[in-house]
C-alpha cells in the first residue's frame, strides 16, 4: 500500500516551505509597515526595528477587539502576516515651564 505524505501546513492551511526556505512576513507597528524573516520577535527587536525607542516605548498587539499590552523587553512574540501593533509612549513628559508672573491670575 502507497502512502502519501502529508506536508506540514501553518495556521490557515498554508503548506510550510520546510527549512531553509525565507520566508518574509509583514506586520505593522503604528500603522507602519515592517518586514522581518524572523517567526519570533522580542518586544525589544519590534519597538526597534519600528524606529522606536524600547527604553521610552512599549507594544500594544490589537487582535481583532483586544488590545493586549506587553511591556516586558524580554518578551518573545511569534509574528503573524499582517498583525498589528500600536506603540505607547511610557518615557517622562517634559513640564514646560511657566513664567511665574502668568501663572496665578
Not at 69 to 90: A, D, W
Request: aromatic share 4%.
Amino acid at each position: 500500500m502507497d502512502m502519501e505524505q502529508e506536508s506540514p501546513t501553518h495556521a490557515g492551511g498554508v503548506a510550510d516551505p520546510g527549512p531553509g526556505h525565507v520566508h518574509a512576513i509583514h506586520y505593522f507597528v503604528d500603522a507602519e509597515e515592517q518586514t522581518t524573516t524572523e517567526a519570533i520577535l522580542t518586544v525589544e527587536q519590534i519597538l526597534t526595528k519600528a524606529g522606536l525607542d524600547p527604553a521610552s516605548h512599549y507594544l500594544i498587539e490589537l487582535r481583532g477587539d483586544q488590545q493586549i499590552p506587553h511591556q516586558n523587553l524580554n518578551e518573545q512574540l511569534r509574528i503573524h502576516e499582517k498583525e498589528r501593533f500600536i506603540s505607547v509612549f511610557s518615557g517622562p513628559t517634559p513640564l514646560s515651564l511657566v513664567d511665574s508672573t502668568h501663572a496665578a491670575r
